[in-house]
């Protein structure tokens, strides 16, 4: 034995010391093929024929381990020493070999799977050479271009281009071979004439040596599609508000010009980011992990609303009112997430943000909505494309069924009645029938769906005649025009709400403010609406927690001046939403007065604000008390701020105002009947609010 030998023995758990030196090897193979092992029955019948006269005997065999697969080949030849006849066994290690050939025959059953799906494909398949000419035309290719496969293999790709398109085919092959896998929009030529828009995957074909041959590219007809976005995407731009389209997991997809603009940036710096990655949020981590918390609350259901400072052109930051809200399909699954702001900060920024957009590219490839089926003399169905196999799925057996019966399976009985009767109507008459767009909700899946169908009879080769039932699926288009008419009322519903709210509240703003003040006064009445509103929707327009719109009316005097120089204090109660709406902007006046005028002027004033119900619970009070600041005196003008303070809160809750210009500060107090002011139930509300 060779030193080979010795340490394959080694390797594999064999005889360590002599490595099986002196065993008689027919007799090992002998023991081994009485157990059963046809292998050793083969070499030991080898072996007896070599050592009686033959000239050689081999065999391949697998010899695994736990860690790798290996083959080898047994060779036996006669070998003559001192006039006696040995056999010298040879085992030579053919693994390479073996694994070359399941890797062949890998090889080839992967290319008459990828030629069947080729042939199959809904889509258009177009391969090409490196000079451009075209070397695969499939059966989608033909229907889309008008072309059939024999008078276009062959041609250039060329063929298709419009006569007047600026680019060659050698500029496409160039992008092709450097770049891998290519996706992009072109306008090609139909054999008719006609223009389509035509949405191109495209990516380098190679030979066995890894040399560049050419290039294989997927057609999809778009056109339809590109032009409802177009309509779309000229209405986002045309709104003023910023509007955007996220993928569920927080990728920014679209962006309307608003926020482009006004950051100073162009699309391509944002789409494709995480929202919270892009430039609007980019002036504080804190920011940032505020906006990825909301998109995963969303992502759950939530819808979400806060007023939040974005980041414009030259890193000013302003005040927007920022909503996150999901988008659903048909089936409540969540397919986007809508970002939307108004600006707050501008009077000239009040209108509504977009909250929904259209649903992504499809994906490319999908099953087509084209449908052909046949129903034979005896009414069974004889022929199903597979297109149409879909709408058989849940009938079971298909070829040979009654089409009757098939029909009473999918659809509901009055449905099912009417097409039996055209089906054997045409069959009857050979008159055609073309159905108008038909909507139908099916009996088997509870799904609905649109088709635009037709009937005709014909007379196949053997002499019979059956129905044609070619059908085309409307389901998707009729879905997405629901969703951009779903867009189009959005809009203007929530459009005209809005200004109205902000009109007269800038009609009431001007009244009383001089052209200089106009803006910032306006601004910040516009705030204590808008927290006021968060509130009442937060809600559901059921009612606000006191406590809640105190605070909210407060956020604008900063952090540390509500936590050391504000104190609160008032059972849990919960205001109607008028209540909340007139008592808030009271709050807001007076804590505007007292940062301006009172006691939060300077360094050490404070305030206190209290409520509760008195009178045996008749009356509701709240209570705004200011200590610590500068001397008081009445004021001398009476403008729009001292009219809420002291008419508009009390007119909405049909109640009085006290209002005490004392010297040592501001005391003001609201009284009112409990059931104008406090809403019945309110302690259950706060309760499910926090539940929920």
Not at 337 to 359: C, F, Y
Not at 663 to 680: C, D, F, I, K, R
Request: charged letters at 25%; one cysteine or more; hydrophobic letters at 40%.
């Amino acid at each position: 034995m060779n030193e080979i030998w010795r340490q394959f023995s080694s390797e594999n758990n064999g005889d360590p010391t002599h490595h099986y030196l002196g065993q008689n090897y027919i007799h090992i193979c002998r023991e081994s093929a009485a157990k059963g092992d046809m292998l050793a029955a083969q070499v030991e019948a080898g072996l007896a024929k070599v050592l009686s006269g033959a000239k050689q005997f081999q065999v391949e065999y697998p010899c695994h381990s736990k860690t790798e697969q290996r083959w080898f080949e047994l060779i036996a030849t006669p070998l003559e020493l001192g006039g006696e006849r040995f056999v010298l066994i040879s085992h030579r290690n053919i693994t390479t070999r073996e694994l070359a050939k399941i890797e062949l025959t890998h090889a080839e059953q992967n290319t008459r799977n990828l030629a069947a799906i080729v042939a199959t494909m809904p889509d258009a398949v177009i391969a090409f050479d490196l000079d451009g000419h075209i070397t695969s035309w499939n059966a989608a290719a033909e229907k889309l271009y008008g072309y059939d496969r024999g008078g276009m293999v062959g041609q250039s790709i060329e063929m298709i281009y419009p006569p007047d398109w600026p680019r060659r085919a050698q500029d496409y092959i160039a992008e092709i071979v450097a770049g891998e896998l290519q996706h992009f929009d072109v306008t090609r030529q139909t054999r008719s004439g006609q223009l389509r828009t035509i949405a191109v995957t495209a990516a380098p074909v190679r030979s066995a040596s890894g040399n560049f041959i050419g290039a294989s590219s997927v057609h999809r007809d778009v056109t339809e599609e590109r032009r409802a976005e177009q309509r779309l995407r000229s209405i986002l731009d045309n709104l003023f508000a910023f509007v955007g389209v996220l993928e569920p997991d927080g990728t920014l997809v679209e962006a309307n010009r608003a926020p482009l603009d006004a950051a100073g940036i162009d699309a391509k710096d944002v789409i494709g980011k995480k929202f919270w990655d892009c430039y609007w949020w980019s002036y504080a981590p804190e920011t940032q992990k505020q906006i990825q918390e909301s998109c995963e609350r969303v992502r759950d259901g939530d819808t979400v609303r806060y007023d939040i400072q974005v980041q414009v052109a030259g890193g000013q930051l302003i005040w927007i009112d920022f909503q996150l809200a999901p988008l659903f399909d048909r089936d409540g699954k969540i397919v986007n997430l809508i970002p939307s702001g108004i600006d707050v900060s501008d009077r000239k920024a009040m209108m509504e943000a977009l909250e929904t957009s259209h649903s992504t590219f499809q994906n490319l490839v999908t099953g087509s909505p084209f449908g052909i089926y046949t129903v034979d003399a005896d009414f069974r169905l004889a022929h199903v494309s597979d297109g149409a196999q879909p709408v058989f799925a849940n009938v079971r057996p298909l070829i040979g069924r009654d089409f009757a019966e098939a029909l009473r399976v999918i659809w509901p009985a009055p449905f099912a009645e009417e097409a039996i009767g055209l089906f054997r109507h045409t069959l009857a008459t050979g008159e055609p029938y073309h159905a108008p767009a038909t909507t139908e909700r099916r009996r088997d899946s509870e799904v609905t769906e649109s088709y635009d169908w037709k009937l005709e009879r014909i007379t196949m080769p053997d002499g019979r005649l059956v129905v044609v039932c070619n059908f085309y699926d409307l389901s998707e288009r009729q879905r997405y025009d629901e969703h951009i008419r779903y867009l189009m009322r959005e809009v203007n519903h929530r459009s005209k709400n809005l200004l109205t709210v902000v009109i007269s509240m800038a009609r009431q703003t001007a009244r009383a403010s001089p052209p200089a003040e106009f803006i910032d006064r306006f601004s910040q009445r516009l705030f204590s609406l808008s927290g006021s509103q968060d509130l009442i929707v937060q809600g559901n327009w059921g009612g606000v927690s006191v406590r809640d719109l105190v605070e909210s009316q407060l956020r604008h005097l900063g952090e540390e001046v509500q936590a050391n120089r504000i104190r609160i204090e008032g059972p849990e109660m919960v205001f109607t939403p008028t209540a909340a709406q007139g008592i808030g902007m009271a709050l807001h006046e007076l804590s505007t007065n007292a940062l301006k005028y009172g006691s939060l002027s300077g360094t050490a004033g404070t305030v206190s604000i209290d409520w509760d119900t008195v009178e045996d619970g008749k009356t509701f009070r709240i209570r705004w008390h200011e200590h610590g600041g500068p001397p008081v005196a009445p004021p001398q003008d009476s403008g729009f701020g001292r009219t809420v303070i002291e008419r508009m809160a009390a007119i909405s809750v049909g109640g009085k105002v006290d209002l005490d210009y004392a010297p040592t500060g501001v005391q003001w107090a609201l009284a009112a009947p409990v059931g104008e002011v406090v809403l019945t139930g309110g302690a259950e509300l706060i309760k499910s609010m926090g539940e929920s």
